[in-house]
């Protein structure tokens, strides 16, 4: 069989296959024989729903265990006889099962690529080294095989058959259902050498090497992941496979702006869906004082945006749940919700800072491989701790990972960046203040100053509305609280604003006072408009 439905290049550096799906063999000899049965069986037994992995023969390792380019090849062995023994050696595995194999030119080398999906029949066992007809469970344990022991074959044991949903064959779908344009694409995305061998290959055959349709007696039927990646409308075959996004104007209970949903195959919905978003998000610049620079962030980082909504995508149910993926955006958060909750094994002070998700089956062994052939999804455990490293480096609040005690949803928060909370309650204020609803914009704008309240941006345009409204009490609450605050932003506007509605009120010692504190604060822009308010003290 000829043409693998992965990229090679990316196979082998790792780009979208995990380490411990790999593994290596230099040439074909008994020795090899031995081992590689093993590791077809324990890629086969796929504790950790990973679906399987491949074996490499004709490149070799280095001590860390990376493969050695240039390859070693094959090209001096007779290709035939090593797959006749490939397949002869794993009829020992038990149950029956077969792995594909594929010879391939890489880098000018003859090698062969042995894919082990995870198996339909699993626990599988295999002949144990130098022990006769003995055998013995198998799983992979990082990037190595080892005998299935203690709690590990346990867990392996009460796996006995159960093929994840988007593994299994659909119940309610046909072949015909199967877009044959989406598939083609999907491998042209992944630069799979499948169709770029220059070879015309049925659409039939397409399916059955990458796997998407499973033999029942005389025909084929579609796995569910196939409709969910390659059917124009999975939604019309499972409800939950669709996005759907809210926007709010305030928090829960609010004003609703607009409704929005995201239909389409899997991998589809993901890009729809992160455009959608990212058109949302403001780039806020800020310049440095007395520097070159320019501070830059932005509401949400994308990357932060990206690994959560996969995630969601990834790990959520589509097995008989009607609700789809929400994306819920207030004007200080968004909110990332998939069904259910987190499987077994996974808590809360896993999801904490610093916590270690522990390596739990997935729930999707399928839909994960095929986002991570399209580089949308990463290796296991890689999602949390990325989340937190680039709201971090926008500048950005904490997210917050949670779910209830039925674990019946999963969610993921991300706040919205400080400064963008600001911009958006000025805005918000601003436009009611404009048509007339001064009550709303006032009320707005102190709950947004009550949350942020080292905000000068926030306190002087408070202060500006109270004045304006005669309430000047009001407005020295706010002066008072805001330079109450150890650590400001926008640091002369309240100072300014509040000096001037001093100043316009014939209360030239108190608007003095208010100049001196602005001058112990530290507070250093806006010379000017200082100027300006010490010539109207008759201070020159």
Known sequence: MQGVPINIDNLIHARSVEDNRREFKATWNDAVKESVVRSVCAFANDLLNLNGGYVILGIDTDEQGRPILHPR????????HIQREIYGQCNRIDPMYQPLVFPETYRGETILIIWAPGGDNRPYQAPKRGRGG???????????????????????IEQTARI????????????????????????????????QTGTNVADSDLYQRMRIVVRLNDHYAPRNAAILFFNETPDSFFDGARIEIVQFGDDAGGDLIEERTITGPLNEQIKLTLDYLNSLTDVMLKKRPREAEVDRAVTYPYEAMEE?????VYHRSYDNLRE????????????????????QGIEAHHLVRDGVVPPVPARNRRIGEFLKELRLAEGRGTGLPKIRRRMAE???????FDYDEGRTYFRVILPAHPRYKVIHALRESALLWSTGERDAALSHLKRAFDTQPSSGALASQLIDYLITMDDLATAERVFTQFDSQPLKAETAQPYLVYAAALLDRNQPQKARRVLDMMLLSGASENTLETARLRKRLDEF
Do not use: C, W
């Open 164 to 195: 994840p949903f988007d593994d299994r064959r659909s119940l309610i779908a046909k072949v015909e259902d199967i877009s044959p344009t989406l598939v083609r694409r999907f491998l042209s995305d992944v630069r799979s050498d499948l169709i």
């Open 134 to 156: 003995e055998r013995e469970y198998y799983v992979r344990q990082g990037s190595s095989t080892v005998e299935a022991r203690g709690e590990i074959r346990t867990q392996l």
């Open 324 to 343: 789809p993926t929400k994306i819920y955006l207030y004007p200080d958060r968004m909110e990332i919700i998939s069904y259910p909750g987190p499987l």
């Open 394 to 400: 926008n500048g950005s609040p904490e997210p917050l």
């Open 308 to 312: 959560a909504v996969v995630n969601a």
């Open 73 to 80: 090849g094959l090209g001096h062995l007779d290709l035939d």
